[in-house]
C-alpha cells in the first residue's frame, strides 16, 4: 500500500501541484507498523491523514456497551490515536475524524458499560434527537472517562413508540456539542491540521453541532474563562454576555467536577443576555465555565449568595488560561474563608504547584494534579505549613492549604499545562469597626509580577477599610513607593520595604503608609524596583441612600490605561448603587464621553477629568450618569487620553445585596 500511496501522490503533484493526497486511517494505524498503513513510511509521501476515530466500541470490548469514540480510556481512544500519529507524522498533516452517529446495543440493564444482548447498530445524530423524544424510562448519562453521553431506555416487546420492539434494555453511546467540543479542544490543544466529519447530514436539520464547530475554528470569536462558580443552596449565579456591534449564538462549556456540558445562548446586538447557570447544571454543582462569543464582546459572572455569608461577587473573565496566576491578598484568619479554584480546560491532566508566601516569612510549596477538563477546589485554610506532594485540595483530609492562624497570606499556583485560576474569598461576620461583614469578593490572579499596578477607586471616609496587599515572588527586597492622589489632585507619597518571598499589607486608612482618614476619594499608583504584586480589598459599612450595605469587593492592580473600555451590566434599578471611577495619571486634562445603552436607546454623558487627579461618575445620578432605573445597563467609557476606570457597585436589594468591583476591558470601536 506504501508503494502504491508514493505513485499515486507523485503521479497528483506532477499533474498540479495544488492538489493533495489524503489517506484514510485507522484510530490505532499509528500504534504499530504491522497493518496496511505504516504511518511512518505514508508520511514523507502523503498530504494529510484522516483518522477515522471511531467505531471503536468493538475494538475495546466487543462483549460491553461502550464509546463509540471515547477520549480517553479504553484500548483505543482519541487522546491516544492523536499521540500516536504524532510521533510517525507532523501535526501539519493529521485531521481528527469525529462521528456524527453513535452505537446502540440491546442489554442486560442499564449499568454503565452493560453487557450485550446484541450487535451494535448505528445512530445518527438525528435519529438520536428523535430516540430523545420517544424513548420509555430515559435515563441520561456521561461517562466520565470517554468524556461522552449515553442514555439507557426500555424497549417494549410491542408497541414500542420508537418503533424498536426489541423487548429489552438498550443502551446508546454517542457524541454531543459537549463530547464534540472537547475534541475539538484536543485537535487545536495539539495544532492539528483540524478535524473531519463522518458524515454531512447525519444530524439533519439540528443546528448544534455546526454552532459547536464554529465556536472552535472560526476566526473572530473571543473567549472568556471563569474557574469559579457554585450552584449550592443559598448561591445564585449568571452570566451576562454582551457583544455591542453584532448578535450572534454563543457557546458555554461548564467543567464540573465529574463531567461537562455545552449551553447555546442567542445574543441580540447591543443587549444584555443573562444565562442561569444554576437552571444550566443544577443544584450543588461545583462549576467552571468557557464562555465562546461569536465575535467581538465580553462575559460577566455575578454570583448572590445568602447562607452563612451574605453577598455578591463580579469578575469579568480572562480571555486565556496560563500557567502562572498570582493572589498578592489572602488570610486564613478565623475571619475570613479562603479559597482557590483551577480550572483545567485541557484534554488531559495537568500537574499544579501551589507556592504559598506568608507575612511572617513562611514559603510551604504543595503539589497537586487537576484531571482533564474539570475544576478543583482548594481549601487554602485547611493544612499546614510544610511541603506536601500530591496533596489532597478539597473533602476529607484536605491539606493542599496552609491552615488557619496566618494574617496574610499569598500564592503563586504554576501548572504544567495552561488552566485559569481564581480566588474567592469570604468574610466570617468579622467587625473591622463599623459593623459586621459577611460578604465576600473574587478576583482571577496576575498572570505575572511587575514594577507599577494602578487602582481607581478608593476611599477612606468613616466606614470604609481599604488595603493594599503587596506580594514579593522574588529573592530580592522590593523598594516599593506608593503615590496616592485624591479627587482634587493632591498627591501623597508612602514608601516601605517588601522582603523576598513575602508579602506586606498596607492599610490605606491609616497614616502610616496611607493616606489617612476622611479622603473621600483616592486612586493610588504602587511603583516598585522589584517585580511584585498588588492588590487592593476593601470593606466597608455603608448606608448609600438606599439602606446600609456591609460589603467587600477587591480588585487586582492593572498595569495599563486605555482609551475605550465596556462594562457589561451595570444596575442602576432601586436599591443599586453603581460608580464609576476614573483615574487620569497623566499630564493632560482627559476628555471622556460615557454612552450608557438604556434600553429606550442610548444615554451620552460627556466631562473633562482634570490632568493628575481621579473623579467619580454616579451612574444613578441623571447629571453625569444614565440616572435611576435601568439594568441590565451596558456602558461604554471613550476618553481622548489615556486613563483608568473601575465601576464599583453597592445594592441593598436583598436578590443581589453586597458589594462589586471590576476594571472596564477594553472595547472595539465599531
Known amino acids: 500500500f506504501t508503494t502504491f500511496m508514493t505513485k499515486l501522490s507523485a503521479a497528483v503533484h506532477t499533474e498540479s501541484s495544488g492538489w493533495q493526497v489524503s489517506v484514510d486511517t485507522y484510530s490505532g494505524s499509528a500504534s504499530w507498523d504491522g497493518g496496511i498503513f505504516k504511518v511512518g513510511d505514508l508520511a514523507p509521501v502523503v498530504d494529510a491523514f484522516f483518522i477515522m476515530a471511531y467505531d471503536m466500541a468493538s475494538g475495546n470490548n466487543s462483549q460491553q ?3 463509540n469514540a471515547p477520549l480517553n480510556g479504553w484500548t483505543y481512544n482519541d487522546t491516544n490515536s492523536v499521540q500516536q500519529y504524532l510521533t510517525k507524522a507532523p501535526a501539519s498533516k493529521v485531521i481528527l475524524g469525529v462521528p456524527y452517529y ?6 442486560r440493564g442499564t449499568a454503565p458499560n452493560d453487557f450485550v444482548t446484541s450487535g451494535s447498530q448505528a445512530d445518527t445524530y438525528d435519529s438520536i434527537l428523535s430516540e430523545l423524544s420517544c424513548a420509555q424510562q430515559l435515563r441520561h448519562s456521561w461517562d466520565p472517562v470517554g468524556q461522552v453521553p449515553w442514555m439507557s431506555w426500555w424497549s417494549p416487546q410491542t408497541n414500542d413508540p420508537c418503533g424498536g420492539n426489541y423487548g429489552s434494555w438498550r443502551e446508546l453511546y454517542y457524541d454531543d456539542p459537549t463530547s464534540l467540543g472537547l475534541k475539538y479542544d484536543l ?14 447530514g447525519y444530524d439533519g436539520a439540528s443546528k448544534d453541532l455546526w454552532r459547536i464547530l464554529s465556536a472552535r475554528f472560526t476566526g473572530g470569536s473571543t473567549q472568556f474563562y471563569f474557574a469559579e462558580g457554585f450552584t449550592g443552596g443559598g448561591f445564585t449565579e449568571t452570566l451576562s454576555l454582551l457583544m455591542p456591534n453584532q448578535g450572534g449564538v454563543a457557546t458555554i462549556d461548564y467543567y464540573l467536577t465529574d463531567r461537562t ?3 447555546s445562548a442567542t445574543l441580540t446586538a447591543g443587549k444584555v443576555t443573562t444565562v442561569d447557570v444554576n437552571a444550566a447544571v443544577g443544584a450543588n454543582k461545583e462549576v467552571s465555565a468557557r464562555v465562546t462569543l461569536p465575535g467581538p464582546g465580553m462575559a460577566q459572572r455575578d454570583i448572590h449568595f445568602n447562607t452563612n455569608w451574605v453577598g455578591s461577587t463580579r469578575v469579568v473573565g480572562v480571555t486565556s488560561p496560563a500557567t502562572e496566576w498570582n493572589f498578592a491578598e489572602g488570610s486564613t484568619d478565623p475571619a475570613f474563608s479562603e479559597f482557590l479554584t483551577l480550572q483545567n480546560p485541557n484534554p488531559t491532566p495537568t500537574a499544579v504547584e501551589l507556592d504559598y508566601f506568608t507575612d511572617r516569612g513562611d514559603h510551604p510549596v504543595k503539589t497537586l494534579t487537576v484531571p482533564a477538563n474539570s475544576r478543583a477546589t482548594v481549601i487554602v485554610f485547611l493544612g499546614d505549613l510544610s511541603n506536601k506532594t500530591n496533596c489532597i485540595p478539597s473533602a476529607a483530609g484536605a491539606n493542599c492549604g496552609v491552615g488557619r492562624g496566618l494574617l496574610g497570606v499569598s500564592v503563586r499556583v504554576k501548572s ?3 488552566i485559569v485560576a481564581e480566588r474567592p474569598f469570604y468574610v466570617n461576620g468579622h467587625d473591622f469597626g463599623a459593623g459586621p461583614i459577611r460578604d465576600g469578593h473574587d478576583a482571577f490572579g496576575a498572570t505575572a509580577a511587575a514594577t507599577q499596578w494602578n487602582f481607581a477607586e478608593g476611599t477612606t471616609l468613616p466606614g470604609f477599610y481599604e488595603y493594599l496587599t503587596l506580594q514579593n515572588p522574588g529573592s530580592t527586597a522590593a523598594s516599593v513607593q506608593l503615590t496616592y ?11 516601605l520595604t517588601v522582603d523576598a518571598h513575602s508579602r506586606s499589607t498596607v492599610l490605606v486608612f491609616d497614616s502610616t503608609n496611607g493616606v489617612g482618614r476622611n479622603v473621600q476619594g483616592v486612586s493610588v499608583q504602587v511603583n516598585s524596583n522589584q517585580p511584585i504584586l498588588a492588590e487592593r480589598p476593601m470593606y466597608m459599612v455603608w448606608n448609600f441612600g438606599t439602606g446600609t450595605v456591609a460589603g467587600a469587593n477587591v480588585i487586582v492592580g492593572a498595569r495599563t490605561f486605555g482609551q475605550l473600555v465596556e462594562f457589561p451590566a451595570a444596575s442602576t434599578l432601586n436599591g443599586d448603587n453603581a460608580y464609576l471611577t476614573v483615574q487620569n495619571a497623566g499630564g493632560v486634562p482627559a476628555h471622556v464621553t460615557a454612552t450608557y445603552y438604556a434600553a429606550s436607546g442610548p444615554i451620552v454623558k460627556t466631562l473633562v477629568v482634570p490632568a493628575g ?12 450618569g444614565a440616572g435611576p432605573g435601568y439594568g441590565p445597563l451596558p456602558i ?35
Open 636 to 670: 461604554l467609557v471613550d476618553s481622548d487620553q489615556p486613563v483608568l476606570i473601575e465601576s464599583p457597585s453597592y445594592s441593598s436589594n436583598p436578590s443581589t445585596y453586597g458589594a462589586v468591583d471590576t476594571v472596564g476591558y477594553p472595547a472595539v470601536r465599531s
Open 187 to 200: 485537535v487545536n490543544a495539539s495544532n492539528l491540521r483540524g478535524t473531519g466529519i463522518w458524515a454531512l
Open 485 to 495: 492622589v485624591d479627587f482634587v489632585g493632591r498627591a501623597t507619597v508612602k514608601s
Open 416 to 418: 504544567a499545562l495552561p
Open 65 to 67: 456497551a461502550g464509546p
Open 613 to 624: 487627579t481621579r473623579h467619580t461618575i454616579l451612574v444613578f445620578n441623571a447629571t453625569e
Open 102 to 107: 453513535g452505537r446502540k446495543w440491546s442489554t
Open 261 to 263: 456540558l455545552t449551553q
